[in-house]
């Protein structure tokens, strides 16, 4: 078959506590929707967003909103 154009980055990140998961995830979130603004500029139209399932204890989702909006 043909191209789908996605990247096709996969990862997982699963170590100890505080060594930058989260900023880690920030950075590659925000990678992912530059890699779709630029295609989209590129290819009018063409701003497909494939889904993206992140898995994290609720333990850490209240960190990560005050992290996702001090950085974005």
């Not at 989260?22 to 603004?37: P, V």
């Amino acid at each position: 078959g043909g191209s789908s154009g996605t990247t096709k980055v996969n990862g997982v990140l699963a170590d100890g506590m505080g060594l930058g998961k989260t900023i880690q995830t920030i950075a590659f979130l925000a990678w992912l929707r530059q890699q779709r603004l630029m295609k989209e500029k590129s290819e009018p139209g063409n701003g497909y967003v494939a889904p993206h399932l992140i898995v994290v204890p609720s333990s850490v989702l209240s960190n990560w909103e005050r992290e996702f909006d001090n950085v974005c």
